[in-house]
């Protein structure tokens, strides 16, 4: 049964364009969908592994800024140019392990951190290659995006929603299997004690490398989504405030779940664009909103979802169900 | 089977285990014992890779293991459960014995996310390989409890059943005993005998002398970090230099002579 309900929940979202919607939803769902990505990134890490990298949104900006050098600068196709951020990301997040992987802990999420800030300063130091303050700007949209959509009924806005579905599903595909796999069990040992994994013959180092190498594949792949849908790269979007963005989006999705991570960042997203008038204000709500959670929630919304589902039938249920969260 | 040359290492100004030099013979239960503080883990820290010497040697059928990376020498075959059950107690009793098989599989982040053929063969070793564990250790009923559910005996189980899962040759066990009641104990005991009859070789920490008088094959005394005898049970028991180090200690003594009668006992 609960097998069916990501697919169909795919299948529903994939409707929604031909329904006619507003751009402004459209918009909406693009983002959710885009920042969700960069969120399932970074619950490979914290959620599965039990780390915390601090310098997510700077492999997202390694994703971005890569799409958007390579098809404005040289001219290269999206479709060449997205795997190519990708691959990079994923190559900057192998490197970054290497040597973050010798420290542990806070040592750890302080360490990237620092190196966050760093890619974001070279960001924007680099005027030649990156635009520096000025940013990239007409990065076009992916090619063929247009004709397909008109194929089919929509405008681009409608092509660029179903891109960030396809995108999203197979965001969630990758994170699934790496989960459901003796690899994915293994991460899971990390988190619960990284000595008695290692003690267990769980080769801890090589493991964190590819969890980390998945977590910034991940981040480049919504990196580049968002250089070709926005069409305008600034270096401020690669910094700490987006990586604590999308960690509260985690947090308050539910940490190490599958469904955590997309039931999050619609919340707190959607959230943030209603509340944008209060500007500043907003955190008034947002406060009070993150010490309810804490207190009520901890294990984020989809921690809810599952106690509120193994009360109902029987309480015995609930350990098994909290535990294969 | 297993021969360590002049181990040591220090910790700071102190010698938590000094210039010790034994060997772990095959088929045979061989069990360390030892004042509190004496450097009994830390012997099997050593020899289990988790900590590295600051002198000496580890070769396990002859081959040097000294400085390897702890899940080297598991895949070589050595497993070890720790003092404190340590456990994933928010893990299934089978995933627990199924992260302990994850040194016999290969498959790795890209056969997960393409489901290669590698990747489903090794999904289907690695239940299998933890069932088999599981059942050693007579928890198959338990498998999918959250293993944190089951009794302090239980729990001991599954860590013996984490380290079987890595289809060890030698088995290395911190104090299996601590904690459990009489009854438990007898168990346990049984429960060792019948992985030595499989093949197995043990070396075992404790602190309970009617366990180790009435199991062990052979005994290492460590006193102060040094290797202070060695021996079967009965002349270890004799030795005046272990009745001594245990004299000189705390309560051990009195243990130390009923255990060895029971032993004694138990050998005739
Ligand atoms: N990682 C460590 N750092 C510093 N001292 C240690 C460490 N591990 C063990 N020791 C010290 O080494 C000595 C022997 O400890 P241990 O091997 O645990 O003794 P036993 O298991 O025989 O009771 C103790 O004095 C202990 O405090
Ligand atoms: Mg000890």
Redesign the interface.
Known sequence: MSRLIWPALFVLAAVVPFLHPSGYLLDVGVNIMMWAVLAYGLNVMLGYTGLLPLAHAGFFGIGAYTTGILTLKAGWSFWLAWPAGIALAALAGLLLGLVAFRTRGDAFSIFTLGVGVIITLVINKWDALTGGNDGLNGIAPPAGLEEASRAIGLKLSGGFYLLALLTLALTVLIVARARASSFGLSLLAIRGGEDLARSAGVNVYTHKLRAMMLSTALAGLAGGLYATYVGFLGSAVTGPTTTFTVLLYLLVGGLGTLAGPLLGTALIYSLTQTLKGLQDYQYIVFGPLLVLLVMYAPHGLAGLWTRLRANRPARAAKTKEVSGA | MLDVENLGIRFGGLHAVRDVTATVPAGQITAIIGPNGAGKSTFFNLI?G?YRPTTGTVRFQGEDLTRR???EV??RGV??T?QTT???R???VL?NA??????R?R???L???L?TPR?RQ??RG?RDGALRALERVGLVRQA?L?AG?LTQEGQKRVGIA??LA?EPKLLLLDEPAAGMNPEETVNLMALIRELVAGGLTVALVEHKMSLVMGLADHILVLHHGQLIAQGTPAQVSRDPAVIEAYLGSHAHGGQMGQGAQGGEAAHA
């Open positions: 289990s988790f990376p702890t899940h598991v895949a497993a070890r720790f340590t456990i994933y928010e893990l299934s995933e199924m992260i302990g098989h994850r040194v599989t498959a790795g982040l056969d997960a996310l489901r990747e090794d999904a690695s999918h959250p559910a984490m380290a890595s």
